[in-house]
């Protein structure tokens, strides 16, 4: 049987998933009758609320051609997100082509950017699929040549330009190379299997010989099963792998880490994990029955002296402090308080991930997570706060470098904007005030402008609300990590001051109504606080300290002052990822499985004051 190796990259919500839905239906993986809901590879809860890919994930057809001819494709669906690049750049290693998936209106925007030069650095072969070509405002045509001059600003090489191009509707299920041709709807998905199976080549391991070598495999993706232990991802490089073989694990640095037998060989059958007796080099499967090997790692055979090499990763750009939570409320909601079990979680997070980097900090109970960027690290947080944990998050920081001479050097990010005509003056305005550089502005259609920004990560800290705030909702901000340069100066933070309780207790609707006037409020009636909880934001720079307990005093005089409706204006509640980015360097957001509450990281006002003259 002949094998294909791919990915399927894209920016994020461009149909990735969606299309792996129809290749999986159109190749016979499921029956007629079965049931199977949208995305199936989205299994994720947390990819299913978002409706975004987040981990890497591979599946596999078996596709029969009109001549009888039997190919088995690997394919991994991709995150389109650049926050979560790193899941991108380890199993790129895995494959020997690419589909890039472009959306027919939107054209190329930065993950497609991102990721298509991780691709063609490699010297991946790729295919580029123009999808939603059914969409009103698409165009194709002119999507196709803006996909032509990116690879050709990425350093494409002439084969690399020389790439097909595959028109279609993934939601609808069909592909076509002309898509003017009279039968472009008929035949489904089959021209796009007939290019995967033309255009991108077996793996080299079924050609060069590499089948009769010891077995080797580079591990790209880990996770945990509750039965079989630890699951390990990659491509056979080497050799043939059995049930029960004996084997070592290498690392780079560490030379032999573990050595162990294997209990189970998995391959990819459609959306499922078979056990397989044995499988050979250019397959893609997953074995368990290993303790300590993790990702970049080489499994390999006893005879095996020098370990694969693995890709690097881009480091981390951001950094939040991840601590215990000690407010007055702690405990009685998550069941995983110690610093001891939060510790353990980020380092199997950090084993799993690579692109998240965990260190502790000077006090002990508390550690450092470095990470992409705050979608990132929202997730990590949300897992954690719904597997029962409660934590302290301190505001994201962007990570310094120094140069050769010793300049200060920061992360800048590439912001492409789009937004209807009348925003751009006050999204330009407000980029500028955050050391934004205007790099590109161009009119797209319809009303509609790009603007493309290089900005500090620091500045775009906080900002998408406020941007949405700004373009009534209609406007669409996609970042990606561009360079590191020299540090722009100081950038002005939130301009608001925040209300603080002063008692602890549930507020008062009476109590909620007198603080009102002062600003906006985060919390409900009934809702518990505590001193030095944030529970709105001032309407003046400065912070206030504000008493919701504060309850009416009943006396038996009857008038119409007294006797005033209590009506309060519904509270603006934060997300967390939006908490996250609200907060300034003096402030946490305590997470826990049921709540998100903003506080001082001193709760004590005098103690407060102190620590702000010392600073």
């Known amino acids: 049987m002949s094998i294909r190796n791919i990915a399927i990259i894209a920016h994020v919500d461009h149909g990735k998933t969606t299309l792996v839905d129809q290749l ?14 949208e995305r199936v590879m989205d299994s994720n809860d947390l990819e299913k609320e978002r409706g975004i890919t987040i981990l890497a994930k591979p599946t596999s057809v078996d596709w029969v051609d009109d001549a009888g001819v039997h190919t088995r494709i690997n394919i991994i669906d991709t995150p389109g997100h650049a926050d979560f690049g790193g899941e991108v750049e380890r199993i790129l290693s895995m494959v020997d082509g690419v589909v890039l998936l472009v959306d027919a209106a939107e054209g190329p925007l930065p993950q497609t950017k991102f990721v298509t030069s991780k691709a063609l650095a490699l010297g991946l072969k790729p295919i580029v699929l123009i999808n939603k070509v059914d969409r009103s405002d698409g165009r194709p045509e002119e999507v196709h040549i803006e996909a032509f001059d990116l690879f050709a600003a990425l350093g494409a090489t002439d084969e690399q330009l020389d790439f097909p191009c595959i028109f279609a509707s993934a939601r609808q299920g069909w592909a076509a190379e002309d898509l003017n041709a009279p039968d472009a709807r008929d035949n489904g998905l089959k021209p796009l299997f007939a290019k995967i199976i033309s255009h991108f080549p077996e793996p080299a391991a079924l050609h060069d010989g590499s089948e009769n070598e010891p077995f080797a495999m580079l591990v790209t993706t880990i996770e945990s099963d509750p039965y079989l232990g630890r699951i390990l991802t990659g491509k056979i490089e080497k050799g043939t792998v059995k049930t029960n073989m004996n084997v ?19 391959a990819f059958r459609g959306i499922q994990r078979i056990p397989v007796e044995e499988a050979s080099a250019g397959d893609i499967i997953a074995i368990a029955g290993l303790t300590q090997g993790t990702v970049a790692d080489t499994i390999c055979d006893a005879s095996v002296t020098e370990p694969l090499k693995a890709l690097p990763i881009d480091p981390p750009t951001l950094s939040i402090t991840v601590s215990i939570n000690d407010s007055p409320l702690a405990g009685r909601e998550g069941s995983k308080v110690q610093s001891r079990v939060i510790r353990d979680r980020l380092m199997r997070e950090a084993e799993s991930n690579v692109a998240i980097r965990v260190s502790d900090s000077e006090g002990g109970d508390a550690f450092d997570v470095a990470g992409r960027g705050e979608l990132q690290l929202g997730v990590l947080i949300e897992t954690m706060r719904r597997d029962g944990f409660e934590l302290g998050i301190s505001r994201p920081r962007v990570l310094f470098r120094e140069d050769d001479k010793g300049n200060r050097l920061e992360p800048i ?29 161009r009119p797209t259609g319809a009303g509609k402008t790009r603007i493309i920004f290089h900005c500090p990560s620091r500045g775009l800290i906080g900002y998408h609300g406020e941007f949405l ?18 540090y722009r100066g100081e950038i002005e933070g939130r301009r608001n ?8 207790g549930e507020a008062v609707p009476y109590g909620l109504w007198y ?9 409900s009636p009934g809702e518990k606080v505590y001193r030095g909880m944030i529970i709105g934001e ?10 919701p307990l504060k309850a009416k005093q009943l006396t038996n005089i009857r008038t119409t002052s007294k006797d005033e409706a209590v009506r309060l204006t519904p509270p603006r509640p934060l997300t967390l990822e939006q908490a996250i980015a609200y907060i300034e360097a003096d402030e946490l957001v305590e997470v826990t499985p049921k709540s998100i509450r903003l506080r001082k990281r001193y709760l004590d006002p005098n103690e407060r004051k102190r620590f702000a003259r010392a600073g």
């Open 24 to 37: 999986l239906r159109q190749s016979g993986t499921f029956r007629d009758n079965q049931q199977v809901v």
């Open 413 to 441: 990010e590439e912001a492409t904007i789009d937004v209807d005509d009348e925003f751009t003056g006050v999204v330009i305005e407000k980029m500028s005030s955050r050391k934004g550089e205007l790099v590109d502005m």
């Open 497 to 504: 001051g925040v209300l603080i309780s002063t008692g602890d």
């Open 469 to 486: 705030t700004d373009t009534r909702g209609t406007g669409v901000m996609n970042r990606i990590f561009h360079a590191y340069e020299p």
């Open 248 to 266: 070592q694990v290498l690392r780079m640095e560490g030379g032999v880490v573990e050595r162990g037998r294997i209990s189970k060989v998995l």
């Open 538 to 547: 001032n309407a003046r720079p400065d912070d206030l300290d504000v008493n």
């Open 515 to 523: 603080i009102e006037e002062r600003g906006t409020l985060f919390i």
